[in-house]
């Protein structure tokens, strides 16, 4: 018992009463990403009670536990209860990040997410069973003859890079940041290579090349709109399930070998995969910020790669080896959710429809036509 509360259990204390603690103040900055629009129950519970609305978060645990794991609803949900630990949304109270029943209905939508991943993903491998096949491959989308990135190399067309910008924003406008939580979890070379490579992701102290300052220069180049959160609302559920990935292992102290293997998965796969990235921005001439962004992840990823796997994986296996199946799983989670949401893209795109919820807007400029910049049936108000 602590000098305070033995005072407190005083009977007798006489004691005059103390003034109310100062309530911190609930400041609700102006600026900041818009709320999006709801996709069912459960994103309109969240929204309604963070817009202030009379919405109640009571039923949304029941709801989660019979909702699809990898639904829209049930990921913009998440989504949005992640934001409030990074950058928040415009009118909603800094504080609400703790608020004990959005957490509560946070780790509802969690367990069910989580609980389907494990399900899906194979269980019990190791971490060479895991990293053996990247070595040989990307990451693919299964049943399609190359990936997404393979497609924009060789066919693509500028309307499908600008979606493909406009989707992976909602990642790499804090690129690197989901992975930072891991780090206070860390011991030993892990920890130390592991702050190594995020010192490259953000700029290794130059401003202007953190990596998500360069996507914003890409995006930029294929006239989208760079403001963060800006495609939230167009953004398939398939997009918001992987930067939910990152957030449910970086939050989570105990899913720290699965964080680990995450982001290794993403730094193995990087290197090949940037150079089609790179060699799709050249062929349609998208602009030099736009090349340099890829062109950057080619040297850096191929410097990652063997850094991460010797000294992160191989530093956390010394460390702590009971966390290989967890590390097995991080990466495996990433590949599973990648191929869905690189099959939901083909899939579209091989029909001519967008891969978005919402169109784009095309591109401003009058000699559009022909050159593929065309985007398919674009929404009046933009997405
Ligand atoms: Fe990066
Ligand atoms: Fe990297």
Known sequence: ?????????????????????????????????ALPEPRGPLSAGVLAALGGGSGRLDDLPARAVT?????????????????????????????????PELLRVRRALEDHFL??????????????????????????????????????????????????????????LKEADPHAWVIPRLTGAEKAAMVAIEYDEFGAGRAEDVHARLFAGLMRDLDLDDTYGRYLDAAPGPALALVNLMSLFGLHRALRGALVGHFACVEVTSSPGSRRLAAAMRRLEAGAAAERFYDEHVEADAVHEQVVRREVIGGLLASEPAQEPEIAFGAD???????????????????????????????????????????????????
Not at 348 to 356: C, E, I, N, P, Y
């Open 1 to 33: 018992m602590t000098a305070t509360t033995r005072q407190a259990a005083r009977p007798t204390a006489a004691a005059p009463a103390a003034p109310p603690a100062a309530a911190t103040p609930a400041t609700a900055p102006a600026h900041g990403p």
């Open 67 to 99: 909702a699809d794991p990898y639904g829209e609803d049930l990921h913009l949900a998440l989504y949005v209860l992640y934001e409030l630990h990074y950058r928040g949304f415009a009118q909603v109270a800094e504080d609400r990040e703790w608020d």
């Open 115 to 172: 609980a389907a991943l494990r399900r899906d993903v194979p269980a019990g491998c190791t971490v060479d069973e895991a990293f053996g096949e990247l070595l040989v491959e990307p990451v693919e989308p299964a049943g399609h003859e190359g990936g997404v990135a393979h497609h924009l190399q060789f066919h693509g067309e500028r309307w499908q890079l600008r979606e493909y910008a406009a989707l992976r924003s909602l990642y790499h």
């Open 333 to 383: 989670a990433t590949v599973l959710l990648e191929e869905r949401l690189g099959a939901a893209l083909l899939e579209a795109w091989r029909t001519g429809a967008s891969g978005l919820r919402t169109p784009l807007q095309p591109e401003p400029g009058p000699a559009l036509a022909g050159s593929g910049a065309e985007s398919p049936d674009a929404d009046p108000a933009g997405a």
